[in-house]
């Protein structure tokens, strides 16, 4: 079946501008988490959600990051006024029910100029 | 303040012998134990795990170790081939809240030599 998917793969902003990214997960999932993936460093947790609702944010760096999954599926994650240290690849994972594998998607590249 | 650890950025292994893969971390309440392997432009991708009530898990020819006592786990890959080549990842979690929050490693770049 279809794993996750990410979209954009890329994506390429202006420092201030608002982006959004989007992750579609395994169908049937409800576990669904954000990474955050610097150069030279492993993954690292922004969020996760059980079903609907955030379960754990405590990853999540500051007060311009926010993710939403209004209908249990599909996830974005939102950041405002971008910033250059911001520039990272951001993965998205998604499990069964939150106590299984973790199954990722691609990522979407951001860079921010 | 680095929970798990890879020490090896960078690993060269001839094709046909062992890669020995080395992992650490500080918190005694993780209770699960993960490898991860990454091409690149593609996600990690789930290779084998272990569970803190054992002490060696192994899947054809990957088996990893975990030294409790030690705070160590370690990824065997044995004979290595030449699609081994790529990051790999030790992560680690604990059940908070019901969820397997993952904390990862730096990652190790694995290359097999022909």
């Known amino acids: 079946g279809a794993g996750v998917s990410q979209t954009p793969s890329n994506k390429v902003t202006e420092k201030g501008k608002y982006v959004e990214l989007r992750c579609d997960p395994i169908?049937?999932?409800?576990?669904l988490y954000w990474y955050r993936q610097s150069l030279g460093q492993g993954p690292e947790f922004l969020i996760y959600?059980?079903?609907?609702?955030?379960?754990?944010d405590s990853g999540l760096p500051n007060d311009r990051f926010f993710a939403v999954r209004p209908e249990g599926s599909v996830s974005t994650l939102k950041i405002q006024r971008t910033e250059r240290g911001d520039s990272a690849v951001y993965l998205c994972a998604s499990s069964p029910s939150g106590v299984d594998t973790q199954y990722f998607g691609p990522g979407t590249r951001l860079t921010v100029l | 303040d680095q929970q798990v650890k890879q020490n090896s950025p960078s690993l060269s292994v001839q094709e046909g012998r062992i890669s020995i893969l080395n992992c650490d971390y500080t918190n005694s309440m993780f209770d699960y134990f993960l490898w991860y392997k990454k091409y690149p432009a593609e996600g990690p991708t789930f290779l084998i795990s272990i569970s803190s009530i054992k002490d060696k898990n192994e899947d054809g020819r990957f088996t990893v170790f975990l030294n409790k006592s030690a705070k160590h786990l370690s990824l065997h890959i044995v004979p290595s081939q030449p699609g081994d080549s790529a990051v790999y990842f030790c992560a680690a979690s604990g059940i908070i809240q019901g969820a397997q929050k993952l904390v990862f490693g730096q990652g190790t770049r694995l290359t097999i030599n022909p």
């Open positions: 959600f059980q079903g609907t609702g955030a379960a754990d």
């Open positions: 169908s049937g999932h409800t576990a």
